[in-house]
């Protein structure tokens, strides 16, 4: 194995035996991966899609989070992070910890975090979802190429024409159309952040990446 894949494959380990643990399983796999990884920080996030921005994300600006001991863990929905953050913060591995959340779930992070009393260093909330940072930050007709890149054009027209669609803006509209599809939230998370200019980056992601 290369070198330089190593410590991705090793925190994809991590990130599984924390999800096991969450889950019921034992302690001990997540455990000795923090300690071989050198893990120090954990990034709570609600999905997959948020998982796929922040790793393109990082990755455009020449970042390896492995291998600088971060570990980037969907949780698969804000009602978990007390759970997660009971694990992987001071009363569990003792990893600092910061998050990602959608402003309807900031809520849930706060509650869940003063229950498991394992404080986030951060947590950096996007104004609706980071689908509406993204569609935002790189404008509607800057989604379109995206989507006529991706051959999902006359897929989006056709949403477009449906009666539910009249008259609503074509911001929202792009938001919907991202979400009807089993995974095309996942995929477009990081489609999006690829196609965003350097200095366009929106204030929740940029303040993530920067606090790392």
Known sequence: MDVQTRPMVDMRAFQDAVTNWATGGPDGPARDLAESLGARTAVLLEGLSDFAAVEALAARHGRDLAAEGVCVVPMGGAMSVGRYAGLLGPPGLGLRLVGLCDEGEKGFFQRGLERS????????????????????????????????????????????????????PRHQQMRRFLGTKKGRKIRYGRLLVEALAPDRTPPPLDGLLVSL
């Open 117 to 168: 009393q394992a404080p986030l260093q951060d947590i950096y909330v996007c104004t609706a979802d980071l689908e509406d940072e993204l569609i935002r930050a790189l404008g509607t007709a800057g989604v379109e190429e995206v989507f006529r890149a991706e051959g999902d054009f006359r897929a989006w027209q056709s949403f477009q024409r449906q009666p539910a669609q009249h008259g609503r």
